[in-house]
């Protein structure tokens, strides 16, 4: 759909907490203990303090796959009594905080941890993740970064560092971070409308479109993008181009439903209400137009006959 192709399909979504949640549950003990701290950093155990630490630790994890997460919480603060120090407690400890609703703790315990680990991948990946979503931008897009920097062939890293620079305000460099992204996995809608939006907000409407007229090249077959463009055109107060875009949509599919809705938005915004009313009409008794928009439609359709 038109619609949701602009507004709906192209929100971003908040999957951090989920993405720590699977992060957290697939983590093994061998990777969670992997520590690379300087004697300095680490805090120094007795054999005796070392074998309690270990069954603390080993037996929260037990309890964590098994369910039983208030007895893995206390096995993990005993954990932590034992040696503050111990990166893969302050992990656990930091998720079970994220899913208690405190991210602030959650962040302050993943500091930590990355403090004693700093070459763990997924520590630093949950650090930057959790600071993006709680409003900590600057912070995020350096993590972010670091990690951009350090594992080059995860290319899908730039695509968060983007976010966290878009919501920095450095919108320039976030487009920098989509073009790196794009240029390692090829063209894709997604990338093009978020660089579409930027541009948008930077106030440079020519490398916006040209982002959109891209995405309508590569698939020369498809009405949708066409339909698209020329929906953005009319919300901006260009009829003249919406048409000829609308015009296009036609030629490659004469039977596209959402061709009558754009038409009827086109004939609306150029004053003339029979043709519009002829093109609502013919939305409406369309059976492969969906059913939510012909609900939109005539909602609006009632609301100008009231007028």
Same mark, same amino acid.
Not at 87 to 95: C, H, R
């Given at each position: 759909?038109?619609?949701?192709?602009?507004?709906?399909?192209?929100?971003?979504?908040?999957?951090?907490?989920?993405? %720590?949640?699977?992060?957290?549950?697939? #983590?093994?003990? *061998? +990777?969670?203990?992997?520590?690379?701290?300087?004697?300095? $950093?680490?805090?120094?155990?007795?054999? =005796?303090?070392?074998?309690?630490?270990?069954? @603390?630790?080993?037996?929260?994890?037990? %309890?964590?796959?098994?369910?039983? &997460?208030?007895?893995? @919480?206390?096995?993990?603060?005993?954990?932590?009594? !034992?040696? +503050?120090?111990?990166?893969?407690?302050?992990?656990?400890?930091? *998720? @079970?905080?994220? $899913?208690?609703?405190?991210?602030?703790?959650?962040?302050?315990?993943?500091?930590?941890?990355?403090? /004693? +680990?700093?070459?763990?991948?997924?520590?630093? #990946?949950?650090?930057?993740?959790?600071? %993006?979503?709680?409003?900590?931008?600057?912070?995020?897009?350096?993590?972010?970064?670091?990690?951009?920097?350090?594992?080059?062939?995860?290319?899908?890293?730039? &695509?968060? #560092?983007?976010?966290?620079?878009?919501?920095?305000?450095?919108?320039?460099? =976030?487009?920098?971070?989509?073009?790196?992204?794009?240029?390692?996995?090829?063209?894709?809608?997604?990338?093009?409308?978020?660089?579409?939006?930027?541009?948008?907000?930077?106030?440079?409407?020519?490398?916006?479109?040209?982002?959109?007229?891209?995405?309508?090249?590569? /698939?020369?077959?498809?009405?949708?993008?066409?339909?698209?463009?020329?929906?953005? /055109?009319?919300?901006?107060?260009?009829?003249?181009?919406?048409?000829?875009?609308? $015009?296009?949509?036609?030629? !490659?599919?004469?039977?596209?439903?959402?061709?009558?809705?754009?038409?009827?938005?086109?004939?609306?915004?150029?004053?003339?209400?029979?043709?519009?009313?002829?093109?609502?009409?013919?939305?409406?008794?369309?059976?492969?137009?969906?059913?939510?928009?012909?609900?939109?439609?005539? *909602?609006?359709? !009632? $609301?100008?006959?009231?007028?």
């Amino acid at each position: 759909h038109v619609t949701c192709i602009s507004k709906e399909c192209l929100r971003r979504k908040n999957g951090w907490l989920l993405i %720590l949640f699977i992060l957290w549950l697939g #983590l093994t003990p *061998a +990777s969670a203990i992997e520590t690379k701290l300087t004697p300095q $950093q680490k805090q120094t155990l007795t054999e =005796a303090e070392q074998r309690k630490l270990d069954y @603390f630790f080993y037996e929260g994890l037990l %309890l964590k796959n098994a369910g039983k &997460y208030d007895a893995a @919480f206390e096995m993990f603060k005993h954990s932590l009594e !034992i040696d +503050s120090t111990a990166s893969a407690v302050l992990f656990e400890l930091s *998720a @079970f905080y994220l $899913q208690l609703n405190q991210p602030e703790k959650s962040v302050s315990l993943l500091k930590e941890a990355v403090r /004693y +680990s700093p070459d763990n991948f997924t520590y630093k #990946l949950a650090l930057a993740s959790i600071s %993006l979503n709680i409003g900590m931008y600057g912070e995020a897009a350096e993590e972010y970064e670091e990690l951009v920097a350090k594992y080059p062939g995860k290319v899908e890293l730039n &695509y968060y #560092l983007a976010e966290a620079l878009t919501q920095q305000g450095e919108i320039g460099k =976030a487009i920098e971070r989509f073009d790196e992204l794009e240029n390692a996995i090829g063209m894709s809608e997604p990338l093009s409308m978020q660089k579409f939006r930027l541009y948008m907000t930077l106030e440079e409407p020519a490398k916006a479109f040209a982002e959109l007229e891209k995405l309508a090249n590569k /698939y020369p077959a498809s009405a949708p993008y066409p339909l698209l463009i020329g929906n953005l /055109y009319l919300e901006r107060k260009d009829p003249d181009r919406a048409l000829e875009y609308f $015009q296009k949509a036609h030629a !490659i599919d004469s039977g596209n439903p959402y061709y009558t809705v754009a038409m009827a938005d086109y004939y609306e915004s150029v004053g003339n209400p029979e043709a519009a009313e002829e093109q609502v009409r013919s939305a409406l008794v369309n059976d492969e137009l969906d059913v939510q928009v012909k609900v939109g439609i005539l *909602a609006r359709y !009632i $609301q100008q006959l009231q007028q």
